[in-house]
């Protein structure tokens, strides 16, 4: 089977509308062909900053506007995500993922430590991931020169219901950051979340805009809403196992050698729905006992299951080289301190 970047709406649709199981006979042949099925990915999250963000994601329990229980906090220092990386190691995670409650990343002190996380955690042989909002071209290539491994940055829906969900960026907006992360050569992760009130063409097109892109994402998180009181969709439907196993059956079809992740959601899934998921195709998860803000299943729970299903933790850097870090990222650090004194000096003068 070839990899494809042409795909309809309407064969999708027939997927879509197949006998569940079919789906995932064809999903399972597929991803037999282009992965070790025993082999699932690991990624550990920590959330960097949490809280206070300035967005209106109507999901999000971390936007400020929304009365929910996160309290805003400041970005953790570099020595304290470290030190929980080693723990998710050691833990079998291969994968760090660091979330930032940011509209778009700022040239900052924070952002020179969380390159200082980047460098240290790429120095300890695990994949870095980053999911700190917008970027562009130059923030990205600092990142990449840190050491970082990949980006998230998730289209969450279809273009059509992006406005119903998120006001204070566009569908757009999205997309131009994947220009900047593809441009500095950094592996891209984007996926989306069912169970935010959209309908079978929104899950459709989401999926037809990552899978025609000239080169996949490759990780695709498949989130399912956690609705979290305080937001708009708190009384949302919860979603049926059966769309989420669709939705990863269908993704591993269309993208054949991506990661597809078993994302937010996985604490109300049975250990047999998420077998299906895995039989269906997904081969990474988020593991700890956090996803950023929510809850999650415990390690312990998750080691019990891939003992049940015949399951191995994949080890960091198999589907791509480890990032060389380069000096060039403390150049650059100190170049944006220059700059940020100069600004104020200048600031100041004007106002004498
Ligand atoms: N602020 C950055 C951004 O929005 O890109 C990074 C962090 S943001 C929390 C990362 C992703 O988490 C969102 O794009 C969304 O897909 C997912 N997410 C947030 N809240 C969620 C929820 N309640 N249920 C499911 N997924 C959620
Ligand atoms: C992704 O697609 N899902 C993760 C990660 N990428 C950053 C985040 C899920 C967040 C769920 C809500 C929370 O815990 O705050
Ligand atoms: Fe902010 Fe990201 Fe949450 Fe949106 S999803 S409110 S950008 S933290």
Not at 19 to 33: F, G, M
Not at 71 to 83: F, G, H, T, Y
Not at 249 to 262: D, F
């Amino acid at each position: 089977m070839n990899i494809r970047h042409d795909w309809n709406y309407e064969e999708i649709s027939e997927l879509y509308d197949l006998p569940l199981l079919d789906l995932v006979y064809k999903a399972a042949t597929v991803h037999r062909e282009f992965h070790d099925s025993t082999q699932v990915q690991i990624s550990s999250l920590v959330s960097i900053k949490t809280g206070g963000c300035s967005e209106d994601c109507s999901y999000c329990p971390q936007a400020a506007r929304y009365s929910t229980d996160v309290e805003a906090e400041k970005l953790m220092q570099p020595e304290d995500v470290i030190a929980q990386a080693k723990v998710a190691k050691d833990g079998g995670a291969s994968r760090m993922c660091l979330g930032a409650a940011w509209r778009e990343v700022r040239d900052n002190r924070d952002f020179d430590n969380v390159l200082e996380m980047v460098r240290g955690i790429n120095d300890m042989d695990m994949e870095v991931c980053c999911t700190l909002g917008m970027l562009n071209d130059e923030q990205a290539q600092r990142l990449k020169d840190a050491g970082l491994y990949a980006y998230n940055h998730n289209i969450d829906t279809s273009k059509e219901k992006y406005e119903e969900v998120i006001t204070t960026r566009t569908f757009e907006d999205r997309l131009d950051t994947h220009k900047s992360v593809r441009k500095a050569g950094v592996s891209l992760c984007s996926g989306g979340i069912i169970g935010l009130g959209e309908e079978k063409k929104d899950r459709i097109n989401m999926l037809i805009t990552l899978a025609n892109y000239a080169k996949h994402p490759e990780s695709v998180p498949i989130n399912t809403l956690v609705p979290v009181a305080g937001t708009p969709l708190e009384n949302n439907a919860k979603v049926p196992s059966w769309d989420l196993i669709k939705m990863v059956g269908i993704a591993r079809i269309m993208m054949p050698e991506s990661a597809v992740r078993l994302s937010a959601g996985r604490l109300e899934l049975s250990d047999e729905a998420q077998a299906m998921c895995f039989m269906a195709g997904a081969n990474s998860i988020f593991a700890g006992d956090t996803l950023l803000t929510t809850d999650n299943p415990e390690f312990k729970s998750d080691r019990i299951l891939f003992k049940n299903l015949g399951l191995k933790s994949k080890d960091p850097f198999e589907d791509g080289e480890k990032p060389e870090t380069n000096e060039r990222y403390k150049e650059n650090s100190a170049k944006a301190k220059m700059q940020a004194k100069v600004k104020a000096w200048k600031e100041e003068m004007a106002a004498k």
